[in-house]
């Protein structure tokens, strides 16, 4: 008896263990989705005070992705080598910092450079806490737990279009990012305290060379193809979170309804995990990100051929985001198919492959906006590359599946 109640309170405390990771690494990822869509939200402002027209911010936009970019695959790779909770704890600092530098800038080359150096610590977070959280996560319930706490990017984005609509309104850009360096350095203080080092991590067997083991032991398709999944997911993502905004204000929408529509894809990006946890354990987890991916794709496809009034175009770009928040299961694979030697090395190398593509969707709408091109010819080019990771995830599935 007294060993049945030990090991009933062994097994409490490791489930207690595990959520409070994951709710920890939730907020983390929270203050990432609002800081990372916290300059697409402030661009119609600051058109509007600067006097220039938004596709003078494409270098801001694409200066972000690239820090984004090396903090993906640096921060992965210092994970595996040093521990993942005082390189987290460091990302969060650092993306916290200069977000609130950022409410002081006075030009758009000075808000690229912030933007910039703020990617870095906001690239790197992301796979550090997926990483975390698989090392802590039951393994029947590894895949649904990474995609519950990968929502909290969803809902900092959703949340941000909401508050930021507000600051916008009474308090003007600046607030945008004062808000978003604040809560971060408030966090870093709790992350110290009560996050706990991975035992996955220490017990595992240390790889001489990390991003060589990713394509070993039979990796190497699975690996490609994640890369390619990212890059091209990621692409659609950003280009239609961070130029959404400004694609409705061009059409003579009020920088306030044009940040609520983006919301509402948002909100899609929310639901979009939230459907797929309870079902990915019995259906599989491609299976269902490449229903989840074909609904999205369809979506923006539809925006570009009928070009829908605001209203119900707002209810289209919800069911967009449900395609683009499958990037929370995408994110979830990283965690389930990599062993934990190399498991943020893997996460991190993933989405840095993804924001080469994060980097392109800017640049290329902005592109698409300096040619005046029409918003539902730039929603139709939005849905190429969606289409293209809906087929990628299904060859995915048969590979794993085969296996």
């Not at 990017?153 to 850009?173: D, H």
């Not at 001489?208 to 193809?225: E, I, M, R, S, Y």
């Not at 999944?229 to 929408?253: C, D, E, K, M, R």
Request: glycine share 14%; proline share 6%.
């Amino acid at each position: 008896m007294q060993a049945d109640a030990l090991t009933v309170a062994s097994e409490h405390r490791v489930e207690q263990l595990h959520l409070r990771v994951a709710w920890l690494c939730g907020v983390v990822l929270f203050l990432e989705g609002y800081d990372i869509a916290a300059v697409g939200y402030a661009i119609p402002s600051l058109a509007d005070a600067w006097q220039v027209r938004p596709p003078v911010f494409t270098q801001a936009l694409t200066a972000g992705n690239v820090g984004l970019l090396f903090g993906s695959l640096c921060a992965g790779l210092l994970g595996d080598r040093l521990g993942r909770k005082p390189v987290l704890i460091g990302c969060v600092a650092v993306f916290g910092v200069f977000s609130l530098l950022s409410a002081v800038v006075g030009s758009p080359l000075q808000l690229a450079g912030l933007r910039f150096l703020t990617g870095l610590g906001l690239g790197g977070g992301i796979p550090l806490a997926i990483a975390l959280a698989s090392d802590f996560a039951l393994p029947i319930a590894q895949g649904r737990l990474v995609i519950l706490m990968s929502t909290g990017v969803p809902i900092g984005l959703t949340v941000g279009g909401l508050l930021a609509s507000q600051l916008v309104r009474f308090l003007g850009w600046p607030a945008i990012f004062v808000v978003g360096g604040v809560l971060p350095l408030m966090m870093v203080p709790l992350l110290a305290l009560r996050l706990p080092e991975s035992v996955a991590l220490r017990t595992a067997t240390r790889r001489h060379n990390l991003v060589a083991a990713l394509f070993q032991n039979g990796l190497a398709p699975t690996t490609a193809l994640l890369w390619a999944i990212n890059l091209l997911n990621l692409l659609g993502l950003y280009f239609i979170l961070l130029w959404t905004p400004a694609i409705l204000h061009s059409t003579g929408v009020s920088p306030s309804w044009a940040i609520f529509g983006t919301t509402m894809y948002g909100l899609g990006l929310i639901a979009s995990p939230l459907l797929m946890a309870p079902v990915v354990d019995r259906i599989g987890m491609e299976r269902v990100l490449t229903c989840g991916l074909a609904f999205g794709a369809l979506c923006v496809l539809t925006i570009g051929l009928f070009d829908p009034p605001f209203w119900l175009l707002s209810v289209v770009l919800c069911g967009a985001g449900i395609g683009g928040g499958s990037q929370a299961g995408i994110n979830s694979l990283s965690g389930l198919v990599y062993p934990p030697a190399v498991r943020a090395t893997g996460a991190g190398w993933a989405l840095g492959a993804g924001r080469i593509g994060a980097i392109a969707g800017p640049l290329l709408g902005g592109v698409l906006l300096a040619l005046g091109w029409r918003a539902r010819d730039i929603f139709i080019v939005a849905a190429i590359p969606l289409f293209g990771v809906t087929l990628l995830m299904a060859i995915l599935g048969r590979l794993r599946g085969s296996q």
